[in-house]
């Protein structure tokens, strides 16, 4: 079962634009984590965020969790083709088993 | 540390034949999980394991899906017989455990089954 809705699925941009992809659900989760996938390799942790509005920055990655913990929204500044990748919002809700959403697909064209 | 191993990296077979994907975990890390990640469904908890374990393999889709961890160095998923739509990458991942929370992936195994 599909839990969580991870939006856009797919993402073609220039080098240089921002962009912003979302993690929504109508659980509340007690953390959530974002991992970024490239191709013939595993999903790899970025960051994770546990309270509510907390905002954390990884150089031009800019994550938030939402106020009520339900969903959460990561922004890319001046994208590079280097964030070309999956991203997959991970979240957790008191016993620490590992789901994903399908994730959005970024191309980021030089 | 050379991180979690995975092989072989790409896997094709025959529909009937049996398949076996391999893991080795890094070393302490107490916790072992088998993905498997496909376009329609993305990435699928198969089972998991703690201190060799299986805790929880209710992600396990059918009876010729098997698993086992007989030592903390490693762990086997096997599949017979394979057919068509267990075509997948197949991702290993292993968590310190002890509130460590991050997962480190295996580079998967690429499975086709013709």
């Known amino acids: 079962t599909q839990l969580l809705e991870q939006s856009p699925q797919f993402l073609s941009i220039q080098e240089g634009e921002n962009l912003t992809v979302y993690c929504n659900s109508s659980?509340?989760?007690?953390?959530l984590q974002w991992y970024r996938q490239e191709p013939g390799e595993g999903p790899v942790l970025l960051v994770t965020v546990v309270t509510g509005g907390e905002v954390k920055k990884l150089k031009r990655l800019t994550f938030q969790f939402g106020d009520a913990r339900k969903d959460s929204s990561l922004h890319i500044t001046a994208a590079q083709p280097g964030d070309t990748g999956l991203y997959l919002c991970?979240?957790?809700?008191?016993?620490?088993?590992?789901?994903f959403g399908r994730g959005t697909s970024l191309i980021v064209h030089p | 540390d050379a991180g979690v191993i995975q092989s072989p990296r790409h896997e094709v077979t025959e529909m009937g034949q049996e398949v076996t994907l391999r893991c080795k975990p890094i070393s302490g890390h107490n916790s072992l999980f088998w993905y498997r990640q496909t376009m329609m469904r993305g990435l699928e908890l198969l089972i998991y394991f703690n201190n060799n374990v299986p805790i929880d393999d209710s992600g396990m889709p059918e009876d010729r899906f098997s698993a086992k961890m007989p030592n903390a160095s490693f762990s086997t998923l096997k599949i017979q017989p394979s057919e068509p739509r267990d075509s997948a990458v197949y991702f290993c991942a292993t968590d310190g455990g002890q509130g460590a929370e991050k997962l480190f992936f295996g580079s998967g195994t690429q499975l086709s089954v013709l």
């Open positions: 991970a979240p957790r809700r008191g016993s620490y088993i590992p789901t």
């Open positions: 659980s509340v989760f007690s953390s």
